[in-house]
Every structure is written in structure tokens, then in C-alpha cells.
T-cell receptor, first 117, second 115 residues
Framework: AQTVTQSQPEMSVQEAETVTLSCTYD???????LFWYKQPPSRQMILVIR??????QNATENRFSVNFQKAAKSFSLKISDSQLGDTAMYFC??????????????FGKGTHLIIQP | DTGVSQDPRHKITKRGQNVTFRCDPI?????LYWYRQTLGQGPEFLTY????????KSRLLSDRFSAERPKGSFSTLEIQRTEQGDSAMYLC?????????????FGSGTRLTVV
């Protein structure tokens, strides 16, 4: 079974600063996907960024980028120029995709990110 | 398309009562997932459907839980004889089989409180 670990329960930074959220995972599989989801207070979970394990290039989406270290099984999220709207719970998630299976997501416990004005 | 809809948003029930939640996925999505999220935890997989077939159930889904997806459209999750430990946010998500690696679309969830 896969496990996902987020070791930072809460982080707080000033607006416009850069912040990095950590995530490690454990799997014996070689073909999988990794995700960061954002869950604002009382709102639905939305996808921030995804990474295919077979790609060496780190994914980027505007102010969001990842540092994917496959050998170390590490998948951190960097948020540049942080904004007040980035305040939310951030979940790291793992998916083993076989094309025919459940493709269920395994989530970490989350990091509560607070952006201070 | 309004995304994934869940109803109700909040439900308070007395221990021992039955409750039913509904999820309406994005219309063209053939996969539908149920997750449970307790306070301070990430979501945990409960079950999933491909079209109308329930293909996998987690060990978290006790005999008191049942899920259906008639005609492969909306889905219902029923909890019988609720217990205080059932208090949680119940999340529904959907995806298309061929696009599952691109991530799911989640609903806003149903928050269940058992008193």
C-alpha cells in the first residue's frame, strides 16, 4: 500500500513571500502520478498541480511549481509571490494509474498554509 | 456544466438514524468516487463506480454503508444506524476514465454530524 506523509501541519508566511510545502511518499510502483490539491475553508478541493512519475521535468503552473525527486520519493510544492487567497489546506496525493483500476487517490494529512497580510 | 454537486451540504442526525447523501457528477464523467474526511486528516477512499458498476470498496466501508449509482448518473451513499464515529465530511469526486491521471473534480462535500 502507498503512504503519503506531509510533515508540516501548519505554515505561516507573509504575503508576497515564497513558501515550500513538503511531501514524501512510499511506493514500490514505478508508474504513478502525484498531485497537490488545495482546500480553502468551507470550499471544495481543487487541483493545483500534477506530476507524472515518468517525467523528469518538474511541473509548473504559474506561481506554483514542484520539486519532484523520484529516487528520494519527495514531491514538494513551491508557491511564489504568495497571495492572501492562497490561504488553505494543501494536500499531497498519490495515484497509481493502471488504466483499468480504481485510480484511487491516497492523500497526506495536509498542511494548513496561512498567508499573513 | 456546474461541476460536481452534493446534497445536502450539512446533515445533523441522531445516533442510530439512517442518512442518505446524493452526488451529481459532471455529466460526461463515467467514474465516481466517494471519500471520507475527518477533522485534521486527508480524505480517505471509500468506494468508486465506473458507470453503474461499483468496482471497488475500501475496508472502511462497513456493512452499515451502501452506495449506489443507478443508470450511471447520480450516486447515493447511505449510512444505516449512524454512530458518532461516522461524523465526517463525505466528499464525492468524478473523472473520465481516460482522463483520471489528470485528477478528479471534487464536490463541496456533505458534512455529517452525529449527535
Amino acid at each position: 500500500a502507498q503512504t503519503v506523509t506531509q510533515s508540516q501541519p501548519e505554515m505561516s508566511v507573509q504575503e508576497a513571500e515564497t513558501v515550500t510545502l513538503s511531501c514524501t511518499y512510499d511506493t514500490s510502483e514505478n508508474n504513478y502520478y502525484l498531485f497537490w490539491y488545495k482546500q480553502p475553508p468551507s470550499r471544495q478541493m481543487i487541483l493545483v498541480i500534477r506530476q507524472e512519475a515518468y517525467k523528469q521535468q518538474n511541473a509548473t503552473e504559474n506561481r506554483f511549481s514542484v520539486n519532484f525527486q523520484k529516487a528520494a520519493k519527495s514531491f514538494s510544492l513551491k508557491i511564489s509571490d504568495s497571495q492572501l487567497g492562497d490561504t488553505a489546506m494543501y494536500f499531497c496525493a498519490f495515484m497509481m494509474y493502471s488504466g483499468g483500476g480504481a485510480d484511487g487517490l491516497t492523500f497526506g494529512k495536509g498542511t494548513h498554509l496561512i498567508i499573513q497580510p | 456544466d456546474t461541476g460536481v454537486s452534493q446534497d445536502p451540504r450539512h446533515k445533523i442526525t441522531k445516533r442510530g438514524q439512517n442518512v442518505t447523501f446524493r452526488c451529481d457528477p459532471i455529466s460526461e464523467h463515467n467514474r465516481l468516487y466517494w471519500y471520507r474526511q475527518t477533522l485534521g486528516q486527508g480524505p480517505e477512499f471509500l468506494t468508486y463506480f465506473q458507470n453503474e458498476a461499483q468496482l471497488e470498496k475500501s475496508r472502511l466501508l462497513s456493512d452499515r454503508f451502501s452506495a449506489e449509482r443507478p443508470k450511471g448518473s447520480f450516486s447515493t451513499l447511505e449510512i444505516q444506524r449512524t454512530e458518532q464515529g461516522d461524523s465526517a465530511m463525505y466528499l464525492c469526486a468524478s473523472s473520465h476514465r481516460d482522463r483520471a491521471p489528470y485528477g478528479y473534480t471534487f464536490g463541496s462535500g456533505t458534512r455529517l454530524t452525529v449527535v
